[in-house]
């Protein structure tokens, strides 16, 4: 069994900042990659950042310079920095995972979401 559990959410004031967590846990060997999604109400789910295990990072147009994808593979964990929010990035985010388990199987995981809200 896998769990990914996601934290950090909440409301913020436009220029504010907060951090995502991303944690996976069970019979876990490494994460590949890794994912940071959001959907807005009314809007398709999209891609925010990516970063695989070589490091090779990607960011929407809308938030580079903003926002930084990082991990902890130590502790199976990933991040979502994100300063200089607007109110446009309101939006429920979720992680996905690329895992392989200790089992040699792939298992791609998403978590549960967390609401992001940027208002004064």
């Known amino acids: 069994q896998v769990q990914v559990v996601e934290s950090g959410g909440g409301l913020v004031q436009p220029g504010g900042s907060l951090r995502l967590s991303c944690a996976a846990s069970?019979?876990?060997?490494?994460?590949?990659?890794m994912g940071w999604y959001r959907q807005a109400p009314g809007k398709q789910r999209e891609l925010v950042a990516g970063?695989?295990?070589?490091?090779?990072?990607k960011y929407a147009d809308t938030v580079k310079g903003r926002f930084t994808i990082s991990s902890d593979n130590a502790k199976y964990t990933v991040y979502l920095q994100m300063n200089s929010l607007k109110p446009e990035d309101t939006a429920v985010y979720y992680c996905?995972?690329?895992?392989?388990?200790?089992?040699?199987?792939?298992?791609?995981?998403w978590g549960q979401g967390t609401q992001v809200t940027v208002s004064s």
């Open positions: 069970g019979s876990i060997s490494r994460i590949d990659a």
């Open positions: 970063l695989t295990s070589g490091m090779s990072t």
């Open positions: 996905n995972l690329d895992l392989t388990l200790v089992s040699g199987l792939f298992y791609n995981s």
